[in-house]
């Protein structure tokens, strides 16, 4: 197993040890913090990974397909700890999820038929705005920065919106040619 796909694996696994210091009580006052720097650190792998694989021509079908469900489970395992914490409204991660659930399925119609869908920079705007929403209501540390968390929940939403759009107008013949 290459480096790359080594931390996306580790993202995976980090994944479990956000949750719990998230929702438990085990690390004390300190546990919101020790959830912040795993969510960092699993957010910087997402970054690394990709940029060593491409540079070092490490690019696997492994990769291909755990990548992005490793930054589903940490963004959406993050933003479900959010809605437990009061921090995020129910609604907005459902938007969120729901547009994650209709970009696989167009990926899977796209795979079945034999195409590859790269990402757009409008999902990457969207993940970089939902990680640095994350970021921001975990560490909650409120006045100013309260705002800024509430800008950032509304450009998430909006980012997430805006790239579905242009996925689905993108590759709507991938469902078209697809005989659905």
Do not use: H
Not at 97 to 105: D, L, P
Request: net charge positive; with cysteine; hydrophobic share 60%.
């Amino acid at each position: 197993m290459n480096l790359p796909n080594k931390l996306t694996v580790l993202r995976v696994i980090m994944v479990p040890f956000f949750v719990f210091f998230m929702l438990t009580d085990a690390g004390g006052a300190a546990g919101k913090w020790i959830a912040l720097a795993i969510f960092c650190v699993a957010s910087l792998t997402d970054m690394l990974d990709g940029k060593i694989a491409r540079a070092r021509n490490l690019v696997t079908n492994f990769g291909k397909f755990m990548d992005p469900l490793a930054d589903k489970l940490l963004v959406c395992s993050a933003m479900i700890c959010l809605i437990a914490t009061g921090q995020l409204a129910a609604w907005i991660v459902i938007i969120i999820i729901a547009r994650e659930f209709i970009i696989s399925g167009f990926r899977l119609v796209a795979a079945d038929n034999g195409i590859v869908i790269a990402a757009s920079y409008w999902g990457k705007f969207k993940t970089v705005s939902q990680m640095a929403m994350i970021i921001v209501l975990i560490a909650d540390f409120g006045g100013v920065f309260y705002m800024i968390g509430n800008v950032l929940i509304w450009v998430s939403l909006i980012l997430t919106v805006v790239s579905l759009i242009d996925y689905v107008v993108k590759n709507i013949e991938v469902l078209t040619q697809g005989g659905m």
